[in-house]
């Protein structure tokens, strides 16, 4: 299984990628979580501490090695480098665990323009082509709003690309922006997860605009899950509810699978 987990800045998708991936570990599953996020807070969510997650060096920032298998130098970068180098063996080797979860930190190439075609990005690009076409595991990515990161050819081999929004018409038409970029890259199954649903009537108002098909759930707006991430750990040992509702999303995943 293979699932990427998209949308704007803040509205959860760090915590559905993090029970997710905990409940599948739960079912005794090999789980990789991948924090692809410029903004990394998916350890906290898993249940890391700060000390820990200060020990893990994000794939990007790994200079020496990404010189390595590129064939990149001071004196030839951004010239000649290799575009198609070997990664298969980073997630191994790079990644930490925590409760039956292993952790990768991709990080972000910071540039000081769009289109970036360097060392660090054809790596990341790489990696996460592997993780999705060469893995036998449960592979769960916490992206960016952006789908950067996804070639054509490794975007379609996705099993499940969802969308986290929150109940407004703003947030529906980030969903509908993902879901044709998405589309263009040849993603076929493509969900809408809605975070901090107040009731019925915030459930009503998703219904009305989004597929019965594309909409895999509701998750509700919680104290809990606020105070966890206050506190930097994870909704999973926190939340019964927050558990039972993405409990009930993970069904529909794995049904449609």
């Known amino acids: 299984m293979k699932i990427a987990v998209t949308g704007k ?3 959860g998708k760090t915590t559905l990628s993090s029970v997710l991936a905990r409940l599948y570990a739960a079912e005794q599953k090999k789980v990789l979580a991948v924090d692809v996020d410029p903004d990394a807070n998916l350890g906290l969510a898993l249940g890391f501490t700060e000390q820990e997650l200060e020990d893990i060096i994000p794939v990007s920032k790994m200079d020496d090695l990404i010189a390595e298998r590129t064939g990149s130098t001071k004196e030839n970068f951004g010239k000649f480098f290799k575009i198609n180098p070997r990664v298969d063996d980073i997630p191994d ?16 190439v910071e540039t000081g323009g769009g289109g970036c075609v360097c060392p660090e990005h054809v790596v990341l690009k790489r990696v996460i ?11 769960i990515m916490d992206m960016e709003a952006g789908l950067e990161h996804l070639g054509r050819g490794t975007a379609g081999m996705v099993d499940r690309f969802i969308v986290v929004i929150e109940p407004g018409a703003r947030s529906i038409q980030t969903y509908h922006k993902v879901k044709s970029l ?29 597929p019965a098909e594309e909409l895999f759930g509701f998750i509700g707006y919680n104290d809990e899950v606020i105070g966890a991430d206050r506190k930097g750990i994870s909704p999973f040992d926190t939340s019964e509810r927050t558990r039972e509702e993405v409990g009930k999303i993970k069904n529909r995943i794995d049904a449609s699978a």
């Open 129 to 139: 082509s592997h993780l999705v076409i060469g893995r036998d595991e449960v592979v």
């Open 182 to 210: 998405a589309a263009d890259l040849g993603v076929k199954k493509i969900s809408v997860v809605a975070n901090k649903v107040r009731g019925p009537e915030d459930e009503e108002f998703l219904k009305s605009r989004i």
């Open 93 to 108: 080797r790079f990644s930490k665990e925590k409760n039956g979860v292993k952790l990768l930190i991709m990080g972000t």
């Open 9 to 11: 800045g803040g509205v």
